[in-house]
């Protein structure tokens, strides 16, 4: 489970640049393992309805290093949901990021324990009663006076040892396998990250000091009451434990950034949606007639949100047969044949964006021309 910022190049340029991921980190594939999760303190809930999300590790391309996303409270999409954290597994020789999602059930995050609640199974942090989220004190920063609803249960089986692993499997990894009930929790149904998860996302990758060079494991923001909103920000208290990446990290020194177009630290062919660069959202459109303008860009958002989606399932059914190689404990030799196949299915999904994207550049071109005066 950030973003580039939004580069002032033409509407064209941009256009033609599109055939990327969604921003989700599911597929990322990284030689070297997280830091371990930093220790810091839980931000009081701002009010009724919001959950709990705990902060983890992301990774960013454009600069071959880990992120930390902070913690933060977020308002559950819907009545009866729960959120299941995303995680990084070892599959392969590589590290892959399992991204979280909403549903009626908290399913399998790796075994890992991201606290308050998240011990590695299940969620003790609290229960929906009807309409309404109860929230247990014993392992939330609850302000009383302004909720009620709440109550106090002690948790027996929390993980008090001093692990602050930020992965599964792999060197030094928790070792810990989904149970069936879980793997029927994954496939149940599921929202992803809300909009406000995205953001918030966005938000700490924009920040240099959330880099994993920059904090060596302990972050400037390791959690915040709100997403996106680093003003009342809770700093880490202490790092999780040493972290010493290797030199040479995914393709060497890191590139200028993301105004960067030598992306010499990406894969160099794309084996799933979210190996592809991530996209810019595009700049208003200035043709001097703001009513087109505006249609343009609505028309823009329109598709480049279905081409997100696309993305998102085309993912999350690779994503699906990975996990169901490791439940077969498959050999090397039908992975790679997997992998071929999930190659395929990632070139043919950019081609036809790539299609959808210069169609929608000719059309609106053409209703441009005929709009244009006489000479």
């Known amino acids: 489970m950030r973003i580039p910022s939004i580069r002032k190049i033409s509407l064209v340029l941009v256009i033609l640049a599109m055939s990327a991921a969604a921003f989700s980190q599911v597929g990322i594939a990284i ?9 810091y303190e839980q931000p009081l809930c701002p009010g009724e309805g919001y959950l709990w999300t705990p902060g983890y590790w992301a990774y960013d391309y454009d600069y071959n290093d880990y992120y930390w996303v902070p913690g933060t409270w977020v308002l559950a999409p819907q009545v009866g949901y729960f959120w299941t954290p995303g995680y990084w597994g070892w599959r392969g020789g590589r590290f892959f990021f399992y991204e979280g999602y909403w549903g009626p059930r908290v399913g399998f995050y790796g075994g890992i324990n991201y606290g308050f609640g998240y011990f590695g199974n299940g969620y003790e942090g609290g229960r929906w009663d009807h309409d309404r989220f109860f929230y247990n004190r014993t392992v939330n920063n609850i302000n ?4 009620h609803n709440v109550y106090n249960t002690t948790v027996i089986n929390q993980n008090t040892t001093v692990n602050r692993v930020s992965y599964n499997g792999g060197n030094g990894g928790i070792d810990m396998r989904p149970t069936r009930d879980q793997e029927k929790a994954a496939r149940e149904r599921h929202i992803a990250p809300v909009a406000a998860q995205t953001e918030h996302m966005q938000a700490a990758r924009r920040d240099p000091e959330q880099r994993a060079s920059v904090n060596h494991g302990r972050p400037a923001i390791a959690a915040s009451p709100r997403p996106a909103d680093f003003k009342d920000r809770v700093p880490a208290r202490e790092a999780g434990g040493a972290y010493n990446p290797p030199a040479n990290r995914e393709g060497g020194q890191r590139n200028n950034g993301p105004g960067n177009n030598n992306r010499d630290d990406r894969p160099r062919t794309a084996i799933h949606p979210n190996d592809l660069p991530h996209h810019d959202r ?3 459109a200035n043709t001097g007639n703001a009513q087109r303008d505006q249609r343009a860009q609505r028309d823009q958002e329109k598709l480049m949100q279905r081409q997100d989606e696309d993305r998102r399932k ?16 498959a050999d090397d030799s039908r992975r790679q044949q997997i992998e071929q196949q999930h190659q395929q299915q990632t070139q043919k999904l950019e081609q036809r964006q790539n299609q959808q994207q210069q169609k929608w550049q000719e059309k609106h071109q053409s209703e441009e021309r005929k709009q244009r005066p006489p000479k």
Do not use: A, K, W, Y
């Not at 030689?31 to 371990?36: C, E, K």
């Not at 085309?314 to 404990?329: A, G, S």
């Open 31 to 39: 030689t070297f393992g997280p830091p371990p999760l930093p220790v």
């Open 144 to 147: 009383v006076t302004n909720i």
């Open 282 to 284: 595009p700049s208003p």
């Open 314 to 329: 085309l993912q999350q059914r690779q994503d699906q047969e990975h996990q169901r190689l490791d439940r077969q404990r």
